[in-house]
């Protein structure tokens, strides 16, 4: 498609999944962008060809999801692309799923002209059973899980998208709502995604386009029916601080902040009990809440 973008941001990956992916996509976009954030550099190492379709960028050193991301953006729009897809490295893309994702952004602008990015239903491809996570949406403060829609092309309206898979319009980009390189990694679009709703803008999830993507560490562990996710003590620290200086932003919904805090307390307790490096998650998720709340942005401190 001559006025889609594709950027896969890299760091430290399965290399044979990152080829996979990056295979995959060279077939489906005009302009395809690898932004390493470190140890990406053998990709397509035995596939020339299509190794010379993407536009490689380093990153020297891992400078965050937010920086990778403005950077391919900054590409994307100097080629002239009018729509970029976001991936993280570890995501699966099947032959026609920009296309579906093009034919859903259509659909969605048709029906809302504020529509500013789709996203397909996403499962954790690494799952023997395939159960799509659901999108949420709130409604007069109340945020509920979405699993159907009663819209012909499968479309609901959603509070935020993950990055993997996100269709994006330029158009947000370029007035200036950029993704904010401080998160550095954890809610990096969960920010983006409610800046842009605070200025008038509209978000769809897609039920009918489906994509099988990494969700963490490890695949998640189930407790009392609910998924909690295996990170390192470094993510923790992340996940935790990041959650804190989101729900102090402005322009974070009042419901989401209630959301997002109860839940961080909740993660706090389930951590201690799932990690493998107890004493070390302790601190680090005791330092990330701190700092957040401190407002202390960018890598580890």
Not at 236 to 265: D, E, G, Q
Request: net charge neutral; with cysteine.
């Amino acid at each position: 498609m001559d006025t889609v973008a594709a950027i896969v941001v890299g760091y430290n990956p399965d290399i044979e999944v990152l080829d996979e992916l990056l295979t995959s996509l060279a077939a489906q976009v005009e302009f395809l962008v690898l932004v390493d954030n470190g140890g990406s550099e053998s990709f397509l190492a035995q596939a020339p060809e299509v190794r010379a379709r993407v536009n490689y960028v380093s990153l020297n050193g891992n400078q965050g999801l937010g920086a990778a991301l403005n950077t391919g953006f900054a590409m994307a729009i100097e080629a002239g692309m009018q729509y970029v897809v976001t991936f993280d490295q570890d995501s699966h893309a099947e032959p026609d799923l920009i296309a579906r994702l093009y034919q859903a952004m259509m659909s969605a602008k048709a029906k809302d002209a504020s529509c500013i990015a789709v996203s397909p239903a996403f499962f954790d491809r690494r799952d023997g059973k395939k159960i799509n996570f659901p999108f949420y949406s709130s409604v007069d403060g109340v945020i509920k899980p979405v699993f159907s829609s009663d819209d012909e092309h499968g479309l609901v309206k959603a509070d935020a998208l993950i990055t993997s898979g996100m269709f994006i319009s330029t158009r947000a980009w370029i007035e200036g709502i950029r993704y904010d390189e401080g998160m550095f990694v954890d809610f990096t679009d969960t920010e983006w995604c409610f800046r842009v709703r605070d200025q008038g803008y509209t978000l769809y999830g897609c039920l009918n386009v489906e994509m099988g993507h990494a969700l963490s560490d490890a695949p998640p562990v189930k407790i009392f029916g609910l998924s909690f996710f295996r990170y390192s003590p470094v993510r923790r620290y992340f996940f935790f601080r990041n959650t804190v200086a989101v729900c102090r932003m402005r322009h974070t919904p009042a419901c989401w902040r209630k959301r997002m805090f109860s839940a961080l307390i909740l993660r706090f307790f389930v951590n201690l009990l799932i990690d493998d490096s107890k004493l070390k998650s302790l601190r680090m998720m005791i330092r990330g809440a701190s700092h957040g709340w401190q407002k202390k942005l960018g890598g580890v401190r």
